[in-house]
């Protein structure tokens, strides 16, 4: 499996390196760090893509530096059971 990462992440440089800011492998997984601005061109080259044909996002994350002028202000939601309501408005209460 490291193996097709490793060509993965290759050819994602050669292809769309411009959209990524640092790729890493350890621990058997492929980790591509890319700005706010490139997201959803890199994401959209990952599903598009004959050699890459993802089709479904796993895990995303970012980091929120407060002391830096271009902070992040996105805010995913937070995991919930089933039966939970995603949205914090549509709660119990109303």
Partial sequence: MSEALTELASYLGE??????AASQMKYGELTLTTTG????AL????????????????DICGVDWPQRELRSRRRLPPAVAEEEPAHPRQGRNG
């Fill in 43 to 58: 994401l959209t080259f990952l599903r598009d893509d004959a050699k890459c044909g993802f089709v479904n996002l796993i």
């Fill in 15 to 20: 292809a769309r390196g411009n959209l990524i």
């Fill in 37 to 40: 601005e490139n997201l959803l």
